[in-house]
Each structure stands twice: as structure tokens, then as C-alpha cells.
């Protein structure tokens, strides 16, 4: 693979669990230790995960509306997540963060994109929204999603920003190939990621090994098959009883993961990323221009779920 380099540092903030009476301020201070950390590397995009600011709250049935409404922002940056913002534009460092968001009656699973320079770029609602509306009687662990947050309304943008295109995604979002090839039909090259996967959810009904093994499998396909790469960052650990996968990983075009936390705990990773090594995947066994075949994919966006063959008999 001869090429001219393109590079890029990234790094991925992993989190330790956020516990329910953990404030704002906490989860914010643990950020900022982090992106510091970063920073001192020489990194100059960093993603953290899926609501870093509070506990993974869908796992249970909250009643109280005020309750519920204190998991939510509703200003972005408000007066707790302005040092996150200070911080960036003084380290010269961007960022991803996901948060519950209000926006008017609507909640939404969030996540902005804030520049280099600590002023938001961008911003995507989580759209494959796992999980159920109800709680499932006799669970242990529920999952309670569809019940917390409207499917997003923004799509998958990509921004390009002056170092290279840059889309998010969140959690369950990595699993569906649809995600990545929305944005890998924009040219994105990093696909910055947060997500919170608990491992004893019931409806799993799998070895608990094929959490991480699907999880590191989510993401290697679909760098690979859409010449990106990928910066995923966990909420690990156990929290409010509920243990929380880690893996939080940096993974090439290559489909190879080239750096991966340790623990299940506040970690950072960062990794030098060639980004020509997209340019490289693009111009030859996915381009897309010369090989795809669009005329054949009528069903993707046709049918949601599987039917009846097409074919006659
Ligand atoms: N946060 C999130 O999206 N978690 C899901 C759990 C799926 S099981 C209902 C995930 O894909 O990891």
C-alpha cells in the first residue's frame, strides 16, 4: 500500500461507571481529567461516550417526570459542560459527547461535535433506538429506551472539518450496517462513537463472551467496508449493578484494531491515524462509484423488516 500519509491523532475517553448520585460536576471533572490527558498526548479529536454526564438511566422504569427530566439537558453548553468547552478551545482539541437531551417535550439520545476551536460543529440524535417502550415483566434489567427517547431527526451528517470528514453515531447504532455506509456515502473518514452496552440485559439470551465479540465485530466490518476509521468509547464497569462492557477501541480501514483499553475503568487510548489509508480503500476494492449497485438495493429502504423472496418461485 504506497501512498503519501494523511495523519490524524485521535483518542477515545473511556469511562468508569457513572453512579445514579454522581452530580454533573463529577462525571464533568472526570471528563476534563481526560480530555487533559489527551491533550498532553497530542491528540486532537477525542470521543467520549454515550451519556457521559449521568448514569445509564433506561435500565429502569422511572415514573416521576421530574425524575426522568433530571437526567436531560437542556442546554448545550450549560454552566456543568462549559469547562469542557473552555478546555477544548484552550488545548486546541475537539471533541464528541453524548447526552440526554430535552429539546422542547422531545427527549433524544445526543450527541455534539465540538471543534478545536470549543465551538459545536455539529450535532446527531441516535436513530436505531434499542430496547422497549414498556418494561418486560420479571426482568431483572431492563432496557427502557424506546420509552426515554424519540428516534433522532438528523440523519448521519458528516462535517468536514478542516482535518478530515467526521460523522457520530451512538451505541446500538453500530450494529446496523446502514449507519456507517449513510456516512461512508459522504466520505467520512472517523466515525466518532459512544455507547453503553450492559451485558446483563435478558433479551441478549446469548454466552456473555459474544457481547464484546459482536461489539469489536460491529465495528471492524464496518471500517473496513466503508474506508473509515472508527473511535469508540465505552461507559465500562459495573453501574448501579448493571456491568457494562468496555472494549473501547480505535479501528483502521484495515478492519484491524490498532489500540484497545485494558481496563473498565476512566481510560484514555490514542492512536496517529493515517487517513490516506481511506483515500487508498476509496480509489480501489470500495470504490463505490465503480462497483456499487444501487439498482439492486431497492429493499433497504423499501422494507423495514424481512419479507416474502422477491422471486416468483
Ligand atoms: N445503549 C445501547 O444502545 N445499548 C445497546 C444495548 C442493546 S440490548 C437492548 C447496544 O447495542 O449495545
Known amino acids: ?20 448520585a454522581d452530580s454533573r460536576a ?12 489527551a491533550a498532553a498526548r497530542g491528540a486532537r479529536w477525542l470521543t467520549f461516550p454515550e451519556l457521559a454526564l449521568t448514569t445509564f438511566f433506561p435500565r429502569w422504569d422511572l415514573e ?21 468547552f473552555d478546555a477544548a478551545r484552550q488545548r486546541g482539541i475537539g471533541f464528541s459527547l453524548g447526552y440526554a437531551e430535552l429539546d422542547g417535550d422531545t427527549q433524544y439520545n445526543t450527541s455534539i461535535l465540538v471543534g478545536p476551536d470549543g465551538r459545536i460543529l455539529g450535532k446527531y440524535r441516535k436513530i436505531h433506538i434499542p430496547g422497549d417502550a414498556q418494561s418486560r415483566s420479571g426482568a431483572a434489567l431492563q432496557h427502557l429506551e424506546k420509552k426515554y427517547f424519540a428516534v433522532g431527526d438528523l440523519g448521519f451528517p458528516v462535517w468536514k472539518t478542516e482535518d478530515a470528514a467526521i460523522g457520530m453515531c451512538i451505541c446500538n447504532d453500530r450494529r446496523w450496517p446502514e449507519t456507517f455506509r449513510v456516512m461512508g456515502l459522504q466520505g467520512v473518514d472517523v466515525v466518532m ?43 465500562a464497569g459495573i453501574e448501579e449493578d448493571s456491568p457494562m462492557i468496555g472494549g473501547s477501541a480505535i479501528v483502521a480501514p484495515t478492519g484491524e484494531v490498532m489500540v484497545r483499553t485494558f481496563s473498565e475503568d476512566d481510560e484514555v487510548i490514542n492512536f496517529v491515524c493515517d487517513l490516506s489509508v481511506c483515500d487508498h480503500y476509496r480509489a480501489n476494492i470500495f470504490n463505490f462509484a465503480a462497483h456499487r449497485r444501487p439498482e439492486h438495493y431497492g429493499l433497504i429502504v423499501s422494507r423495514t423488516g424481512a419479507g416474502a423472496p422477491l422471486s416468483a418461485g
Not at 500500500?1 to 445514579?20: D, I, N, W
Not at 426522568?68 to 469547562?83: A, C, L, S, V, W
Not at 452496552?197 to 463472551?209: A, D, F, L, M
Open 193 to 235: 462513537l459512544g455507547y453503553n452496552t450492559p451485558s446483563g440485559y435478558v433479551q441478549w439470551n446469548e454466552p456473555i463472551h459474544l457481547r464484546m465479540h459482536h461489539h469489536l465485530l460491529s465495528l471492524q466490518a464496518a471500517a473496513y467496508q466503508n474506508a473509515c476509521w472508527v473511535a469508540a468509547a465505552a461507559k
Open 64 to 84: 416521576d417526570p421530574a425524575e426522568i427530566r433530571g437526567f436531560f439537558e437542556t442546554e448545550m453548553p450549560g454552566p456543568e459542560t462549559q469547562p469542557l
Open 1 to 20: 500500500m504506497s501512498r503519501s500519509t494523511r495523519k490524524l491523532h485521535l483518542a477515545v475517553a473511556q469511562l468508569g461507571p457513572v453512579q445514579r
Open 26 to 37: 463529577q462525571a464533568v471533572r472526570r471528563l476534563l481529567a481526560m480530555l487533559e490527558d
